[in-house]
């Protein structure tokens, strides 16, 4: 009957003769495929067989306005459709938020599908930032959060909540970062409109955290080279923290996914676990091997015969969960030594990122040009890195400062 196609999304009008109703009428449906998957929406009228044959030409006021209905519902649903395509991909989801389905849709269902989504893609350690973003919102305000109460004095109130929790700054700011991430895709999908988005300029703004000193100087360093470690568990963590250092701060994940493959003559070249599938970031990270890299594999890595992977945490056969809780417990582990050397040694608490902190100030504070340590570091820009460096540079005026009255 009634028939049309926008940008791979067809619309028919059909005669359900399959699902025969009690009073003995079939309905009448719009059906929509897209990309093999086909949807049913109702026109709210049924017919005999008889109405539908002669429906086109009828003249009958009651067939006539029952014609209209259904052309009237055809139309609307092609128009939403035509307008989607317009400006967004098509999704099933947008064409019922735009004709007013899925209302009752709340911020706890989006975040539920985004954490499906996320661990779809293997990114778990995100994903489960999302669940305590989304147990923190719950316990503040309950569950069933619509998307009309986040409001400016919304956000305020839950910042001054998880204050006197005590959550860190750094918490704070990731639980509201994720929280905005929610609301974008909301603003995208028509969710909420522009009046509604609650973050911006003259609106809220989530505050950026001031990350505490984490970068070593050159002689704490060789302190934690020189350090005599009492088990070799503690050994081998404090190798991989030394391996991190020299391998342009290679992040634990980039280190425990290294293979051998990854060894070419004396360089070892990588792309980061973090942007290996985001190919406009992608930028391979090149490292010379230092004679110190190549004791520690020698000591610590795996026989290139019976693994692909230089080091002993990951073995191939892992699933991506399985990989994911293999190297945040080396992580663990790591940190755990770390913490007591640093402990010993009378060093503030290293960490597993203290290590990629240190190689980046190091060579700022070498004199060594931003360019390349940000190519080092595989940050897809230079903006990236500068804003980076600035808190160590806030540091380090703030130090030097004080010595123009240190009398001492």
Not at 113 to 127: C, D, Q, S, V, Y
Not at 140 to 148: A, T
Not at 210 to 229: E, H, N, P, Q, Y
Not at 328 to 354: C, D, P, W
Request: glycine share 4%.
């Amino acid at each position: 009957m009634y028939k049309s196609n926008f940008s791979g999304v067809t619309v028919n009008t059909i005669f359900d003769t399959r699902r025969k109703l009690s009073t003995g009428l079939y309905p009448v449906r719009i059906i929509i495929n897209y990309r093999r998957e086909r949807r049913s929406y109702p026109t709210g009228i049924s017919l005999t067989k008889f109405e539908w044959e002669r429906l086109i030409s009828a003249r009958d006021k009651e067939l006539v306005r029952n014609r209209k209905v259904i052309q009237d519902t055809f139309n609307s649903i092609s128009s939403a459709i035509e307008k989607i395509s317009t400006s967004h991909d098509f999704t099933f989801e947008r064409l019922n938020r735009r004709l007013g389905l899925n209302i009752d849709s709340t911020i706890d269902d989006a975040y539920k599908a985004k954490i499906e989504k996320l661990n779809n893609e293997g990114k778990h350690n995100t994903a489960d930032t999302y669940k305590s973003s989304l147990q923190s919102l719950i316990v503040f305000k309950g569950d069933q959060i619509k998307f009309s109460s986040v409001t400016v004095d919304y956000l305020n109130k839950y910042e001054k909540f998880m204050r006197a929790e005590g959550k860190s700054f750094t918490t704070i700011a990731i639980y509201l970062k994720n929280l905005k991430a929610i609301m974008n895709e909301a603003l995208r999908e028509e969710v909420i409109n522009l009046d509604q988005f609650p973050f911006g300029r003259g609106r809220y703004q989530i505050s950026n955290p001031t990350g505490r000193k984490m970068a070593l100087t050159k002689a704490d360093i060789k302190r934690v080279m020189d350090f005599s470690c009492i088990k070799s568990q503690q050994r081998f963590a404090r190798d991989l923290w030394i391996f991190s250092y020299l391998c342009n701060g290679a992040n634990f994940a980039d280190i425990f996914n290294l293979k051998y493959e990854n060894i070419k003559d004396d360089n070892i070249q990588f792309y980061r676990q973090k942007t290996i599938n985001k190919t406009r970031d992608k930028q391979q990270i090149v490292v010379t091997i230092h004679p110190i890299m190549r004791d520690i594999i020698k000591e610590w890595g795996n026989s290139p015969e019976n693994s692909k992977y230089i080091f002993p945490i990951l073995k191939g056969t892992e699933t991506s969960l399985e990989r994911r809780n293999a190297v945040s417990q080396g992580i663990a582990v790591t940190n755990f030594h770390m913490k007591e050397i640093s402990r010993v040694l009378g060093i503030n608490k290293i960490t597993t990122y203290a290590a990629r902190h240190s190689f980046a100030t190091i060579l700022k504070r070498s004199g060594i040009n931003i360019a390349y340590i940000s190519e080092s570091l595989g940050h897809s820009n230079l903006a990236i890195t500068e804003n980076y460096l600035a808190k160590f540079e806030d540091e380090e005026r703030k130090k030097n400062s004080n010595v123009l009255t240190d009398f001492g």
